[in-house]
Every structure is written in C-alpha cells, then in structure tokens.
C-alpha cells in the first residue's frame, strides 16, 4: 500500500519527500487554508510538485460541471500530471465522465458509501477517496465501509484505485493495509507517530552505548 501525505504545508512535504516513504501528496481546500493566506496557489502547487515528484492531487472549488472542468483544465495546464480532486455529488461524476474521456486521472474525494464508490468508479474515476475519519465521528464504523469496498472492487475487477482518506491515527493506515486500500493518505503528524516503536529507541540507544562501550575498553 502507498503512502500519500495529506498536506499542503511545504515543510512536511519537504520533509516526506527527503525521507523517501511517501510516493504523493493530497490537498484540499481546508488544507490549503490553513497555510498562508496570501499565498500564491499555483506557486504553492508547483513548489509541492517539484518535491514530491510523483502524485499530487489538486481539488476543484466549483460545484458545477462546467466550473470543475474549466478549473481542471487550467491545473493541467500547470502541470499536466496533476490529478484532479472532484467532489462526489451528482454534477462532478460528469465532470469526472468528461475527463476520463480526455485521460485526465481524477479522484473522487467525500466518498463514504459503498453506494458512492462505485457510481465513481463507473464514471471514470481514477481514484476513490473513502473518508475513515469522518465516518468513525458520527459513529458509524469507517472499518466496514472500507472492507465493504474493497470486497466489491475484488469480486467485479473495478479499476479506480481506492484510497483511505481522513485518516486520524496509525491504526487507520493498519486497518487501510488489512482491508486492501491501494493508498493511504495521512496527515504529517500521523505519519510520523505511524514510524514510531519505544523498542526501536531502547534498541538503538543500547546499539550505541554497547559501541562506545567497546571502544573505550578498546583504548585503555
Ligand atoms: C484527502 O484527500 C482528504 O481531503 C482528507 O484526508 C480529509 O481529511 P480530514 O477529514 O481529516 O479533513
């Protein structure tokens, strides 16, 4: 399974990308917000493109398909391998249908049914974004949307790659991997609680001192 950090701050991407685990970066609207207000958002995607290199997600703000397209086309014309992020409501699984037709990948993002999944899938999306985080907030298992998901995409062979989304802790990524999510997208902070282990640290800070123990006895 990928892993995607889900950002658009420019210190955690530089960080994802120096430490090479993560193959792309999803953002949306909210993310962006967060960081500078005045920031120039075509210089901000290009910056995280540039460093990241391999998948980027960039989300459309119009609820109309001709408004998403239209914005879709100016992101191309950015950077053509972006991926266009479309809202999962009736108006962008046309927007989708269009720009699958023009080979421009897509990724339906807001997914939280099986029902939802799948009317993207047909329309031509490139990728499903499954929200677990948001699920498990009104109480409603995202564990089981997730496995309903991916069973249906076994058993008929469906295309679109599925990636967990709003994910909140480590236990999402493990749950992501064991359902069969082709993708993960995490925020920075997760990501990086997901590489912690309190054996990890004692192991190597006994690795060290057994070293140094070595090379002082070594030299007297
Ligand atoms: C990613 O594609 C989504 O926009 C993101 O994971 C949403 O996460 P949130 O529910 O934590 O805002």
New binding site residues.
Partial sequence: MELYV?TANINEIRECARLGFVSGV?T?P??LAKEDPNVDIKKLILEIYELIGGHL?VEVISTDRDGMIKEAEEIIEWFPNATI?IPMIPEGLSAVRYLSEKNIPT?V?LIFSPTQAIAANNAGATYV?V?M??LDDIGNDSLYVLYDICEIWDIHGFESQI?A????HPMHIIEAAKAGADIA?V?YKVLMQSLKHPLTDLGLKAFLADYEKMLSNRNS
């Fill in positions: 889900d999803t949306n909210s993310l997600s992020k990724n993002t974004s929200f985080g948001r990636i989304a709003s994910i909140r997208t925020p």
